[in-house]
């Protein structure tokens, strides 16, 4: 199980090389919220998200000889390029399983990064982990999973690490912090962070419509599942449920889940744009959805929200700006 300690430790084996991004506000998006909105671009992180975090974490962490046979993961891009790029860094083989529907620049990009890449169709229900099981065996490769994992979840730690430091340095120690929510590697990552440095802060985990497993099962009490891993625009952050190293984190930590529409990512990716000259894709904004366009779920005079990534299609970010940004 991951643990501050072991967040610390990330930190400590990422200086140099992960960024350690800002923190940023806007008075527009203030007012739209009716309180005050911290802003963490982890789009501006190395791969356009913060699974390089996760990523370098897990890979550095490995017995040089067991790296040296090269690592393997499943995503649908984001983790793929955070693998990607570290494993490169290290000099070592990666393989990384992604769907065929996958956003087709996260595709090229993991390529870029040097990775070999196998599609599989998720669509009609071929499974990453039996093709990822198979490719482990026969090319002894280490599988660095995209949540479920101490040191991923290490990794992604460290900018709820970065987040208690700098709202406290802009006079915020109580509140909700809003995290896009997949499997929940950010989210309990965050949360541990944020209970050893900034006790006031609580993180709380934000989810598309329809793909709210994490927001039904801290609710339940139990693993909840979603019945489609497709069909929704927030791709980067569709799982069938919460980790099981996860879940007992966000339950213990975290407080109720907010799930968001496609419009509303669509419109929070327009306001990025406008307002803080941020690119962020679906599943990125979240967060920042769920900040601007549930401000009743929300406790407190400033909330701080995760842009998680920024890796998006042309064609869908026009679509965003189209909509809700008044530019054709």
Do not use: W
């Amino acid at each position: 199980m991951s643990n501050i300690e072991m967040i610390r430790a990330a930190a400590t084996r990422l200086e140099g090389h992960a960024r350690r991004t800002p923190m940023l506000g806007s008075p527009f998006l203030d007012e739209i919220a009716g309180r005050r909105v911290l802003i963490k671009p982890e789009c501006l992180q190395h791969t356009g998200s913060f699974k390089y975090r996760g990523g370098r974490s897990a890979v550095s962490a490995l017995d040089p000889e067991v790296r040296a046979n090269g690592v393997i993961a499943y995503s649908s891009g984001n983790h793929a390029q955070g693998v990607a790029l570290a494993a490169r860094e290290h000099g070592v083989p990666a393989v990384i399983i992604m769907p065929a529907d996958a956003p087709r620049m996260k595709i090229d990009n993991t390529r870029a990064l040097g990775a070999e890449v196998v599609l599989y169709d998720r669509v009609n229900g071929e499974s990453r982990e039996a093709i990822g099981d198979t490719l482990k065996a026969e090319r002894n490769l280490t599988l660095i999973r995209p949540y479920d994992d101490p040191q991923v979840i290490a990794g992604q730690g460290t900018a709820g690490l970065e987040i208690a430091a700098q709202a406290a340095e802009m006079g915020v120690t109580a509140g909700d912090v809003l995290v896009c929510c997949g499997g929940g590697g950010l989210t309990s990552g965050i949360a541990m962070a944020l209970e050893a440095d900034a006790p006031g802060l609580r993180a709380r985990p934000c989810e598309p419509q329809g793909f709210d497993d994490t927001k039904r099962s801290l609710a339940s009490g139990q693993i909840e599942t979603n019945k489609s891993q497709s069909g929704n625009i927030c791709d980067a952050i569709l799982t069938p449920a919460p980790g099981q190293i996860t879940f007992p984190i966000m339950h213990r930590l975290c407080g109720p889940g907010i799930a968001v529409t496609e419009d509303e990512c669509l419109h929070a990716m327009a306001l990025a744009f406008q307002r803080l000259k941020l690119v962020a894709e679906p599943g990125g904004a979240v967060a920042l959805a769920a900040a601007l366009f549930h401000p009743d779920e929300i406790e407190g005079d400033a909330v701080v929200c995760v842009i998680s990534g920024g890796n998006v299609d042309a064609d869908l970010y026009q679509r965003a700006l189209t909509a809700y940004g008044g530019v054709t």
